[in-house]
């Protein structure tokens, strides 16, 4: 499949982005329902409709070339958004793979990779990389595997070690995260850094996806959607940069609700075969307000799913102070009229 | 979620490795390679006879890096249910089977700053896998192996070649035991043991270890257990609105599989939970065999694990 990039765009400082029709058409719309509370939602990562973000394992769009010019910008501000423990190496290989095989199998005009036993040539023509290195061996690259092969993708990705019955987060590049330190979190079991998360754990949520991810088979990976807004098409909003988007939420008006962006995260989840480790990609999906109203169910939809919201849940995804606002503003386009099941436009 | 998707492989070689073990090297019919695994991983081979389907989980033997074929070995087992008797006997080189992705149940621990692995007899085939994984590894470990008598201590030239000093064997015929209570009272802190074995033996380990004050997280054991032969009973499956009959030496997981539905497993050993089955009714006592279920759970007589349990019952109801 070929993708047409858009290497202007930028997701910092005069912001531009915008999403194509067919961007829009595509965007991975989160509400199959008019409210929203948490599931265990996780099903498995098959391929989706021609043409959807679920297409093929991993998913290369129009903001591709974009959000890996963002992703140098943080990491040469803050080199800690990408740490591995040493123990990770292995799974960091996986993960190498995993990406390579994938994006040279999906998207072979864009990408190629040839395998000559350990030797490996990978070309990835959008970023203007030709690369030979041997598999296995770390100094045959300009960086560590995980950091240098995620550098070449849109979205987190965190890697798990699995022991002692539990997942332990001790690898990741996450420049692109919703108010959550890789940082903070490194080293930390699975209910311990999901432990932010409020009403989820009392409905014991976090001990039935531990359960079965730690029984997460290989070749059979798994997705699920999360969500939370942003205002600006901005995707750092890391607590490390706090006082650069925090503010923000504060300056929404009825005028200017237009800026705010729903902003949907897919997320993969797949057994990795040396290390025995789970590697989880959060890919951030946004969309400003215009946009979304120009498919009218998502728009009754969003308008009903803000207004009847779970006030811990508003207060977790940090739309408080914004969310009478950008309600208001979605008024006008819900005419109350019932909306189709699934998450598809009309 | 229902069963894996499967793997076609043909038997590229078998050897008799010692008068009780066949080594067979399965290689992919499509060419290429097989997925990549970690030391310690399973696979589940699926045994197409005319008359039932035998899936039977095996350790994978071979490096983990060498991806053209994988190599298991399989025990003749005395009261075998046919399983182990139809790899020795009817599978022969040129022979076709289905496999599933490997899993790992068994893993190394990333972090331990010492290895203990303790065989007895067949015990040996997942640290085939793991000794490779430890080679690459900049850890200290030593490999205990207890055998029958000399003649029955599978892979030793290999062992012996690769592991040098860092093998311990011990024969029973010649009276030598592993010294359980010297081996776990003399090891650093950080220290994880991993036996496979025997079940006397894995409970022996596993005992003397916590008598010697080892946390639970640094003991690691792995037993399939062979779905043990017993009376024919028969099960109503309430969800699919069907009755099963479960001979005397067919698992109740094989009988529902034969009726045509489909129960989640992994190890089908009665040691991941993956086929953990909730009970409806019930007018006897089931026979739990698993080693997954706690204590107050089999009691209760409301799930069971059917990879390896039974019941001994007039009217059995699975929410299945």
């Known amino acids: 499949m070929n993708v047409v990039f858009k290497p202007d765009e930028t997701f910092r400082d005069e912001f531009r982005f915008a999403n ?64 591995a423990l040493p123990h990770m190496m292995s799974a960091q290989w996986d993960c190498l793979e995993l990406i390579m095989e994938s994006l040279a199998r999906d998207y072979p005009a864009h990408f190629s990779l040839a395998r000559t036993g350990a030797r490996w040539h990978w070309i990835n023509r959008p970023l203007g990389i030709d690369h030979t ?30 022991r002692e019955g539990d997942l332990w987060c001790e690898a990741g590049m996450v420049t692109t995260q919703a108010d959550w330190s890789l940082d903070f979190d490194v080293g930390m079991t699975f209910k311990e850094w999901h432990g932010p998360v409020p009403v989820a754990h009392e409905l014991g949520v976090f001990d039935r996806a531990l359960k079965y991810l730690l029984n997460l088979r290989l070749n059979e990976p798994v997705r699920r959607l999360n969500w939370t807004m ?7 909003t890391s607590p490390e940069n706090y006082h650069q988007w925090g503010p923000d939420r504060a300056s929404v008006t009825l005028a200017n609700a237009g800026d705010a962006y729903l902003r949907v995260e897919l997320q993969g989840l797949w ?18 307000m215009p946009e979304l109203v120009t498919i009218p169910k998502w728009a009754r939809r969003m308008h009903r799913v803000l207004k009847s919201l779970h006030p811990a849940l508003a207060d977790y995804k940090g739309l408080t102070r914004y969310r009478e606002t950008v309600a208001a503003w979605l008024a006008p386009y819900d005419d109350g009229a019932p909306t189709s099941a699934g998450t598809a436009p009309e | 979620m229902t069963q894996a998707a499967t793997i076609a492989v043909e038997v590229a070689a078998i050897e008799q490795v010692t008068p009780l073990i066949k080594h067979f090297t399965l290689a992919p019919l499509a060419g290429g390679t097989l997925p990549a695994f970690s030391g310690g991983s399973h696979i589940v081979v699926v045994m197409k006879r005319a008359d039932r389907v035998h899936r039977n989980p095996y350790s994978l033997m071979s490096r983990p890096g060498r991806l053209d074929s994988y190599e298991i070995s399989v025990r003749r087992m005395e009261t075998s249910r046919g399983g182990s008797h139809f790899m020795h006997d009817e599978v022969k080189v040129g022979s076709r089977l289905e496999i599933a992705h490997p899993v790992n149940l068994f893993a190394l621990d990333k972090i331990a700053r010492k290895h203990v692995l303790i065989a007895g007899g067949i015990g040996i085939t997942p640290f085939m896998a793991q000794l490779q994984d430890l080679h690459a590894a900049n850890v200290p ?93 028969e099960v109503f499956l309430a969800r699919s609105k069907l009755k099963v009959h479960v001979l005397p030496d067919q698992s109740l997981l094989e009988s529902i599989e034969a009726a045509g539905v489909d129960v989640p497993y992994l190890c089908r050993g009665g040691v991941c939970g993956f086929c953990f089955t909730k009970v409806v009714e019930l007018d006897g006592e089931l ?34």
């Open chain 1, 20 to 83: 194509s029709t067919h961007a829009i058409r595509r965007f991975p719309f989160p509400f199959a329902e008019d409210e929203y509370m948490y599931s265990v939602n996780i099903e498995p990562h098959v391929a989706g409709p021609q043409g959807s973000v679920t297409e093929f394992a991993i998913d290369v769009d129009e903001h591709y070339v974009a959000e890996c010019r963002e992703r140098a910008i943080v990491l040469a501000a803050e080199p800690l958004r990408y740490q």
């Open chain 1, 133 to 162: 290195f041997t598999f296995g061996d770390r100094t045959t690259l300009p960086q560590e595997p995980l950091e240098y092969i995620t550098r070449q993708t849109q979205g987190d990705w965190v890697v798990m070690d699995q």
């Open chain 1, 230 to 236: 942003t205002i600006h098409p901005r995707l750092d």
């Open chain 1, 271 to 288: 057994r990795l075969p040396r290390s025995n480790g789970i590697v989880f990609s959060v890919r951030a999906y946004l969309i400003s």
């Open chain 2, 141 to 233: 470990y030593e490999m205990h192996y207890s055998v029958r008598a000399p003649e029955h201590a599978a892979f030793l030239d290999r062992l012996g070649e690769e592991e040098g000093e860092r093998l311990h064997m011990y024969y029973d015929s010649r009276g030598e035991v592993i010294d359980c209570e010297g081996l776990l009272t003399s090891q650093p802190l950080g220290t994880h043991v991993y036996v496979c074995g025997p079940a006397g033996m894995i409970e022996h380990v596993v005992a003397t270890a916590r008598a010697a004050g080892w946390a639970d997280s640094h003991i690691h054991w792995e037993q399939f257990s062979a779905p043990p032969v017993g009376d024919a009973f």
């Open chain 2, 287 to 320: 026979i739990h065999n698993d080693h997954f279920l706690s204590a107050d759970e089999k009691n209760s007589g409301k799930y069971l694990m059917p990879c390896v349990s039974r019941a001994r019952c007039r009217n059995l109801v699975l929410d299945l």
